[in-house]
């Protein structure tokens, strides 16, 4: 294992948190346009349209006016039966039909089919802020409704459009909130997202951390392929958005100090002895999360780890099958995107590359049997992106590039505790490591020459000593 060259200087865009240079050599392909592609790291849809739609007819001003709150569609108030009524309506027309899972050119909705669809009915339970009646049961229909519709694009516009998320969901959010009103409110702000448009800084910012805890404990419940990738997309468009103070307070407790309990015992007092002032902070961390006494201290402490090793066991169970449906596949590529936008960034690098680095989420995603069917190609290009993100040459301390005297001192420094281990606790099958060249070990070759004819308990346990 040779070395790496000298680090590049950063590029410092404005925003919360500073990214990394972009890897050289990683050609992707064009996501899917139904597909929102929010990383930072990642090329945008390709089909967006560049221009504003249709101005709305004068006809269908008169009518709005006369009738309507809005041209987009919106009646008059009405009572939460006669929207029920509208429901029946919706889920007469929802097939299980296998063809509308398949991914859809994005094509923004018209008026006139803004005006025809059955959603537009639904609004008039929100159309008057003064007269909304809350029913949870229909928000719980209209989920059910988009889940069987695949999500489509123009259902979900149709609702962003009549102030669903506004109106209806967002004054309600409370802890005892359903998983669907949870879930719908994913949906809602990744598509404004989607539209290139921050819901953070229109919204209230009251509730936020409740709903966010709500969001975390989805993670415990058993979603489909098609609510997990919506919530890892929602993760991605948090972790975009920590230039807003109240989503930057939630988030990076996430990624912070109190994840380290996951590590490895000999990794973590390698890091925790680097600096006094991280020794500092971990006596104090230590000793407030040694047992939870929250749900959130609970999260701050188990999440990122725990959804680590989730998505680590469902690869391997994707893995055993012959064919990936398409929803498993967006759901790897996009957790693989969610990572890579954890470790470039510098707020939440600085403790998540080493749990990252821990867990060899990299190691063991390529060694997945997911790695090497034909429908990966983008899942292992991402991951080679992510790689380049985790030893990119960068003190997480400082945030400065490292000189190629660092890095070359960094790798020597892994070959002489490699060695030390080697002398100490297997000095009569590894002595000729311990007191061996380091240029002649320092290939993939030798190192597999190396291990192949150790015991597998050996092996264990020089890695689990080593590896960190």
């Not at 930072?40 to 221009?51: C, E, I, Q, Y």
């Not at 029920?84 to 027309?93: E, K, T, V, W």
């Not at 030798?446 to 150790?454: M, N, T």
């Amino acid at each position: 294992l040779k070395p790496p060259g000298a680090g590049a200087p950063l590029l410092k865009p404005p925003g919360a948190g500073a990214l990394l240079p972009k890897p050289p050599g990683v050609d992707l392909p064009k996501p899917d346009a139904a597909v929102p592609s929010v990383s930072a790291s990642l090329p945008p849809p390709p089909d967006m349209p560049a221009k504003p739609g249709p101005p709305v007819p004068k006809a269908t001003l008169a009518r709005a006016k006369a009738g309507r709150a809005s041209p987009l569609g919106v009646v008059a108030p009405a009572t939460v039966a006669s929207a029920s009524r509208s429901l029946n309506a919706i889920f007469a027309g929802t097939q299980d039909d296998p063809a509308s899972k398949r991914r859809k050119a994005y094509s923004a909705p018209t008026v006139q089919q803004i005006l025809a669809d059955e959603f537009t009915d639904v609004a008039a339970a929100w159309a008057d802020p003064a007269t909304v009646l809350f029913d949870a049961s229909m928000v719980v229909n209209l989920f059910d409704a988009l889940k069987r519709g695949a999500f489509d694009t123009r259902k979900v516009q149709v609702l962003e459009f009549s102030g669903y998320l506004e109106a209806y969901l967002w004054p309600h959010i409370g802890i005892e909130m359903t998983d669907e009103h949870v879930l719908s409110i994913m949906v809602m702000v990744n598509e404004k997202f989607r539209a290139n448009v921050s819901p953070w800084a229109h919204l209230p910012t009251d509730g936020f951390d409740t709903f966010f805890e709500r969001v975390l404990d989805l993670k415990d419940t058993a979603l489909s392929f098609p609510e997990r990738s919506l919530f890892v997309c929602f993760l991605i468009n948090c972790f975009q958005s920590l230039e807003f103070e109240h989503v930057r307070a939630c988030c990076l407790r996430l990624t912070s100090l109190q994840a380290w309990f996951h590590l490895n015992a000999g990794s973590r007092i390698k890091l925790v002895q680097s600096s006094p002032k991280l020794r500092d902070a971990w006596k104090r961390i230590a000793k407030r999360y040694a047992v939870t006494k929250t749900k959130m201290q609970a999260h701050e402490k188990n999440f990122m780890p725990t959804l680590i090793d989730g998505f680590i066991e469902g690869l391997e169970a994707m893995g055993m099958r012959q064919v990936m449906d398409c929803d498993e596949v967006l759901y790897v590529e996009r957790f693989v995107e969610f990572l890579i936008d954890l470790v470039n960034q510098l707020p939440t690098r600085r403790y998540f590359r080493p749990l990252l680095t821990d867990k060899h989420v990299v190691v063991r995603c390529r060694a997945s049997a997911v790695a090497g069917k034909p429908e990966a190609r983008l899942f292992n290009q991402l991951l080679d992106m992510l790689s380049f993100y985790e030893w990119f040459e960068i003190d997480e301390t400082k945030g400065e590039s490292l000189s190629f005297h660092q890095v070359t001192q960094r790798h020597y420094e892994t070959w002489e505790h490699f060695q030390r281990v080697c002398f100490k606790h297997h000095k009569e099958t590894l002595n000729h490591v311990a007191v061996g060249n380091v240029a002649n070990l320092d290939t993939r070759e030798a190192l597999e020459d190396l291990f192949a004819p150790l015991e597998l308990e050996i092996l264990q346990d020089v890695c689990a000593k080593v590896c960190f």
